[in-house]
């Protein structure tokens, strides 16, 4: 089996201009370093995060236009590490919270243990356990919840998370287009 590299991202949802996004972030010595905030110009928050000696540390949070939150990325010293959470884009408003899409554990930029999906009802979509780049289980769901089998396991995973591969490159540049001004 192919070892699992993390693919794991979603539409970051920009109402705006991307250009028009107020970054405001703490400096130390040139380098970024403690909070950062990017705001579109309505003033709705679209990503929170921290720096620490001009790397990405911590959680950082992206948002859709409403506030809504998408998807959570952990860094340590600047390489995605922890667990990634992310959610479908709410609807029309009246959902209080929008729905877990994703939930997965990465270790040194790989998955590593689970990575669980949901389709936008919240139903399970797939459910999978990773150890040393190796799947030990897997599980997956049809919209209406009967079992699939799949006979490509490797198949699906690499086009399951290629996607999310392809999400997590464009909010890297957006992080990278719009970094603090120190």
């Given at each position: 089996?192919?070892?699992?590299?993390?693919?794991?991202?979603?539409?970051?949802?920009?109402?705006?201009?991307?250009?028009?996004?107020?970054?405001?972030?703490?400096?130390?010595?040139?380098?970024?370093?403690?909070?950062?905030?990017?705001?579109?110009?309505?003033?709705?928050?679209?990503?929170?995060?921290?720096?620490?000696?001009?790397?990405?540390?911590?959680?950082?949070?992206?948002?859709?236009?409403?506030?809504?939150?998408?998807?959570?990325?952990?860094?340590?010293?600047?390489?995605?590490?922890?667990?990634?959470?992310?959610?479908?884009?709410?609807?029309?408003?009246?959902?209080?919270?929008?729905?877990?899409?994703?939930?997965?554990?990465?270790?040194?930029?790989?998955?590593?243990?689970?990575?669980?999906?949901?389709?936008?009802?919240?139903?399970?979509?797939?459910?999978?356990?990773?150890?040393?780049?190796?799947?030990?289980s897997f599980e997956t769901w049809?919209?209406?919840?009967?079992?699939?089998?799949?006979?490509?396991?490797?198949?699906?995973?690499?086009?399951?998370?290629?996607?999310?591969?392809?999400?997590?490159?464009?909010l890297e540049r957006?992080?990278?287009?719009?970094?603090?001004?120190?």
């Amino acid at each position: 089996m192919p070892k699992y590299l993390l693919f794991v991202l979603f539409p970051f949802v920009c109402s705006a201009n991307a250009s028009a996004l107020q970054i405001a972030g703490e400096c130390h010595d040139g380098l970024a370093d403690g909070a950062y905030v990017a705001t579109a110009a309505d003033g709705v928050v679209r990503i929170e995060g921290s720096y620490a000696r001009g790397v990405r540390q911590g959680e950082f949070t992206f948002y859709d236009p409403r506030g809504s939150r998408l998807i959570v990325l952990p860094y340590s010293a600047g390489y995605l590490d922890g667990t990634v959470r992310a959610w479908h884009v709410a609807g029309s408003g009246s959902e209080p919270d929008p729905v877990p899409k994703l939930v997965s554990d990465i270790r040194n930029g790989m998955v590593e243990g689970r990575h669980q999906t949901w389709y936008p009802d919240g139903s399970k979509r797939s459910k999978v356990e990773i150890a040393g780049g190796d799947v030990v289980s897997f599980e997956t769901w049809s919209e209406q919840g009967a079992v699939l089998e799949i006979k490509d396991v490797d198949g699906f995973l690499n086009a399951d998370l290629q996607g999310d591969f392809r999400y997590y490159e464009n909010l890297e540049r957006v992080l990278e287009a719009f970094p603090p001004q120190c």
